[in-house]
């Protein structure tokens, strides 16, 4: 047992080194999960419990410092003591939430806990000491796979005698109770995602979702299609290539051509190895992430070999660390734009010598905000969600190609797009962002990328959420079943009505904990009095 | 009318394009502030930021406070935008119309101190922060929507 515990430990630390994985969405649960499944051998259920925990958790995402729980810890451990007491997911659900919120404050405590070493960060800085930042911010990264691996180990072996000996102690009829509850929490998810998305213009598009899979029952991959489609069509017709906003009077005066412009002057002092590598280093952006200056270590530690190629004097490097030290926080996903223009910038003040180096720093912190709100929007709002959707409706019925899908949908774009924004920010600087403004590409992806994604949630209370009613109407011996009439009119009413209630809750500012007891506790009651099954 | 009055040092990003323009259901975002005001680059790059359907404006604080007090304003669903308690205070001085302001993050710098994760404030920070309190104007903390709103007077 020992050799497993230490085994899931293990890949509890591989998640929490996604700070040095690029957010690659390697630690979520649907990920996690059948890796759990492999080691205690149950690779199927893995893949089960691991795509109902996503489900719970699709809502919460992480922008800017906002920290969601702990989806790590909790969907590892919550799928290990499922397996191990043998009573699935809904063990799983009971167990990952309250453990996720727990461990939370753990990680809380860490990014806390960080700044005290930003005293040592200058202090190498002043002498030019790159290695010293450099190492100083891979050690401080690895603490977080440390102490969270030592807090899974910990409750494994604390945790899995106790977990059995409780869920013996389970009555059946409680036990389904339980299951009917975690079955209602994907609702939470899912309005959390509404509240992200859904307006009145954008409604058509969620209910066609809804359609598409609930009377025509589609699979999920066929309803991200079709979203792809109509998102193309729809765009088309409403944004004609036109240049944008001559109508708006605040930007009458905006004359572009007295902004900064850089372009990467003919003899390059840079390789493209120097630039590919910021590339590969903005994975571990996230590596030293601390609620006092954020990203920091983190920028310092992609700019590295760019900085190490221009500035051969002590006294340089010393500026350049000290710059690159400044408070930083942007969308990883879209980092290395600004890496880039960073590093094209830091190559032109190496030649020129009167060049305004605090240009470098007022470049970085007045894109790294906007360039969240682009990135953020498209990766956690729009591919996040079809990847999970896709994903998580694969995986729910045992399917392994659920989770591979789920990487892939997210990371071709999310790699490729990270990868080629390090030349473009490098090789066109704000340039390209000028003339990004200049058309209605930005405009267009927006709604294109909000029609997409409200058709995949409107997808999926029909295809994720197993809500149904065992009651039965009318005299005793000619009794129909609820569910029956209900399927005729509106196939998964149930889901669909409970996602609307909670969405409604939500938009009146209800705090996500109460939704989520509340949710349990009309699950559990439900099955107890024959209403939910 | 103003759905919301944040504090946040770096105006429009993740957190509000994301998660507050639709959670308060924002049509026009404005951003108060006299150095973004005067800089194209700036604005340029905010308006890349904004969401699909809002309208942004970026103003000084002389100009946001003409503009909030227009009645054309008034049908209006505004999200306004400050990255200073100043600049906050400033606003709810003159438009009695503020009567909560949202702080969102404002970074750690010489002399201040951290109350929550996301907020730091020095000791003029402070002083306004009491000001807007005797005059009864409700100062939360909170990042995005979902998070517990918790009154700044609790972390003091």
């Given at each position: 047992?020992?050799?497993?515990?230490?085994?899931?430990t293990?890949?509890?630390?591989?998640?929490?080194s996604?700070?040095?994985?690029g957010?690659?969405l390697?630690?979520?649960?649907?990920v996690?999960?059948?890796?759990?499944?492999l080691?205690?051998?149950?690779?199927?259920?893995?893949?089960?419990?691991g795509?109902?925990?996503?489900?719970?958790?699709m809502g919460?995402?992480?922008v800017?410092?906002?920290i969601?729980p702990d989806?790590?810890?909790?969907?590892?451990?919550?799928?290990?003591?499922?397996?191990?007491?043998?009573?699935?997911?809904?063990?799983?659900?009971a167990?990952?939430?309250?453990?996720?919120?727990?461990?939370?404050m753990?990680v809380?405590?860490?990014?806390?806990f960080?700044?005290?070493?930003?005293?040592?960060?200058?202090?190498?800085?002043?002498t030019?000491?790159?290695r010293?930042?450099?190492?100083?911010?891979?050690?401080?990264g690895l603490l977080?796979?440390l102490?969270?691996?030592?807090?899974?180990?910990?409750?494994?072996?604390l945790?899995?005698?106790?977990?059995k000996?409780?869920?013996e102690?389970?009555?059946?009829?409680?036990?389904?109770?339980?299951?009917?509850a975690g079955?209602?929490l994907?609702?939470l998810?899912?309005?959390?995602?509404?509240?992200?998305?859904?307006?009145?213009?954008g409604?058509?598009?969620f209910f066609?979702?809804?359609?598409?899979?609930s009377?025509?029952k589609?699979?999920?991959?066929?309803?991200?299609?079709?979203?792809?489609?109509?998102?193309?069509?729809?765009?088309?017709?409403?944004?004609?290539?036109?240049p944008?906003p001559?109508n708006?009077?605040?930007?009458d005066?905006?004359?572009?051509?007295?902004?900064?412009v850089?372009?990467?002057?003919?003899?390059?002092?840079l390789?493209?190895?120097d630039?590919?590598?910021l590339f590969v280093?903005s994975?571990?952006?996230e590596?030293?992430?601390?609620?006092?200056?954020w990203?920091?270590?983190?920028?310092?530690?992609a700019?590295?070999p760019?900085?190490?190629?221009?500035?051969?004097?002590?006294?340089g490097?010393?500026?350049?660390?000290k710059?690159?030290?400044?408070?930083?926080?942007?969308?990883?996903?879209?980092s290395?734009?600004?890496?880039g223009?960073?590093?094209?910038?830091e190559?032109?003040n190496?030649?020129?010598?009167?060049?305004d180096e605090?240009?470098?720093?007022?470049?970085?912190t007045?894109?790294?905000g906007p360039l969240?709100?682009?990135f953020?929007s498209?990766?956690?709002?729009?591919i996040?969600?079809i990847?999970?959707?896709i994903?998580?409706?694969l995986?729910?019925?045992?399917?392994?190609?659920?989770?591979?899908?789920f990487?892939?949908?997210?990371?071709?774009?999310?790699?490729?797009l990270?990868?080629?924004?390090t030349?473009?920010?490098?090789?066109t600087?704000?340039?390209f962002?000028?003339d990004?403004?200049?058309?209605n590409v930005?405009?267009?992806?927006?709604?294109?990328s909000?029609?997409l994604g409200l058709m995949?949630?409107?997808?999926?209370?029909?295809?994720?959420?197993a809500?149904r009613?065992?009651?039965?109407?009318?005299?005793?011996?000619s009794?129909?079943?609820?569910q029956g009439v209900?399927?005729?009119?509106?196939?998964h009413?149930?889901p669909?009505?409970?996602t609307?209630?909670?969405f409604y809750?939500?938009?009146r500012?209800?705090?996500?904990a109460?939704?989520?007891?509340?949710?349990?506790?009309l699950?559990?009651?439900?099955s107890?009095?024959?209403?939910?099954? | 009318?103003?759905?919301?009055?944040?504090?946040?040092d770096?105006?429009?990003?993740?957190?509000?394009?994301?998660?507050?323009?639709?959670a308060?259901g924002?049509?026009c975002?404005v951003?108060a502030?006299?150095k973004?005001?005067?800089?194209d680059f700036?604005?340029m790059?905010?308006?890349?930021a904004?969401?699909?359907?809002a309208?942004?404006?970026?103003?000084s604080?002389?100009?946001?406070v003409?503009?909030?007090?227009?009645?054309?304003?008034?049908p209006m669903?505004?999200?306004?935008l400050?990255?200073?308690?100043?600049?906050?205070?400033a606003?709810?001085q003159?438009?009695?119309?503020?009567?909560?302001?949202?702080?969102?993050?404002?970074?750690?710098?010489?002399?201040?101190?951290?109350?929550?994760?996301a907020?730091?404030?020095?000791?003029?920070?402070m002083t306004?922060?009491?000001?807007?309190?005797?005059?009864?104007?409700?100062?939360?903390?909170?990042?995005?929507?979902?998070?517990?709103?918790r009154?700044?007077?609790?972390?003091?």
């Amino acid at each position: 047992m020992l050799t497993s515990y230490i085994l899931i430990t293990l890949i509890a630390m591989f998640g929490h080194s996604e700070d040095f994985l690029g957010t690659t969405l390697l630690s979520r649960p649907l990920v996690l999960g059948p890796l759990v499944g492999l080691v205690l051998g149950d690779f199927q259920q893995g893949i089960v419990i691991g795509a109902t925990l996503e489900l719970i958790f699709m809502g919460n995402i992480k922008v800017g410092a906002a920290i969601p729980p702990d989806v790590i810890t909790g969907g590892v451990l919550g799928t290990a003591f499922a397996i191990l007491s043998g009573k699935g997911p809904a063990v799983a659900l009971a167990l990952a939430v309250p453990i996720s919120i727990l461990a939370e404050m753990v990680v809380s405590g860490l990014f806390v806990f960080r700044p005290v070493w930003n005293k040592r960060f200058d202090r190498y800085a002043e002498t030019g000491d790159y290695r010293g930042v450099e190492r100083l911010h891979i050690l401080s990264g690895l603490l977080k796979p440390l102490l969270m691996g030592v807090v899974t180990l910990l409750a494994l072996l604390l945790g899995s005698e106790a977990v059995k000996s409780f869920e013996e102690t389970i009555p059946p009829w409680a036990h389904s109770g339980l299951q009917v509850a975690g079955n209602m929490l994907p609702a939470l998810g899912f309005a959390l995602l509404m509240n992200l998305m859904f307006n009145k213009e954008g409604a058509p598009y969620f209910f066609l979702g809804f359609i598409l899979t609930s009377y025509l029952k589609l699979p999920m991959i066929a309803v991200g299609g079709l979203g792809v489609i109509a998102a193309l069509i729809v765009t088309n017709i409403t944004h004609k290539a036109q240049p944008v906003p001559a109508n708006d009077s605040d930007f009458d005066d905006f004359d572009m051509d007295e902004t900064p412009v850089m372009v990467k002057p003919k003899a390059a002092l840079l390789t493209q190895g120097d630039i590919r590598s910021l590339f590969v280093r903005s994975m571990a952006l996230e590596a030293n992430f601390n609620f006092e200056t954020w990203q920091n270590t983190g920028f310092a530690f992609a700019i590295i070999p760019v900085l190490k190629r221009l500035y051969r004097t002590k006294e340089g490097m010393a500026r350049a660390l000290k710059r690159h030290l400044q408070f930083f926080n942007t969308a990883p996903h879209g980092s290395t734009l600004i890496i880039g223009i960073a590093a094209a910038m830091e190559e032109q003040n190496a030649r020129e010598q009167d060049f305004d180096e605090e240009s470098i720093n007022s470049v970085k912190t007045g894109l790294m905000g906007p360039l969240a709100g682009v990135f953020d929007s498209l990766f956690w709002g729009t591919i996040k969600v079809i990847a999970a959707g896709i994903g998580t409706s694969l995986a729910l019925q045992g399917i392994a190609l659920g989770p591979l899908l789920f990487l892939l949908i997210f990371n071709v774009p999310h790699l490729v797009l990270r990868y080629k924004l390090t030349f473009i920010g490098y090789e066109t600087g704000t340039r390209f962002l000028q003339d990004l403004s200049k058309t209605n590409v930005m405009d267009k992806l927006k709604a294109g990328s909000s029609i997409l994604g409200l058709m995949v949630v409107g997808a999926m209370p029909a295809t994720l959420m197993a809500i149904r009613t065992p009651a039965m109407i009318g005299a005793s011996d000619s009794a129909v079943p609820l569910q029956g009439v209900l399927d005729q009119i509106v196939p998964h009413i149930i889901p669909l009505a409970l996602t609307f209630l909670v969405f409604y809750f939500v938009k009146r500012n209800v705090k996500t904990a109460y939704l989520l007891l509340g949710l349990l506790l009309l699950g559990f009651l439900g099955s107890v009095f024959n209403v939910f099954a | 009318m103003i759905k919301l009055l944040r504090i946040d040092d770096r105006l429009v990003h993740g957190q509000v394009a994301l998660t507050w323009t639709p959670a308060v259901g924002a049509e026009c975002l404005v951003v108060a502030n006299d150095k973004a005001a005067k800089d194209d680059f700036l604005k340029m790059t905010m308006n890349l930021a904004k969401p699909a359907n809002a309208k942004l404006l970026v103003k000084s604080i002389a100009d946001t406070v003409t503009f909030l007090s227009d009645e054309r304003a008034k049908p209006m669903k505004i999200l306004v935008l400050v990255n200073s308690v100043q600049d906050a205070a400033a606003l709810a001085q003159a438009l009695p119309e503020v009567r909560s302001i949202n702080f969102g993050g404002i970074r750690g710098k010489e002399g201040a101190r951290p109350i929550s994760k996301a907020i730091n404030v020095t000791d003029a920070d402070m002083t306004l922060i009491r000001e807007l309190l005797a005059k009864g104007i409700e100062l939360e903390v909170r990042q995005v929507p979902t998070d517990e709103q918790r009154p700044i007077e609790t972390l003091l």
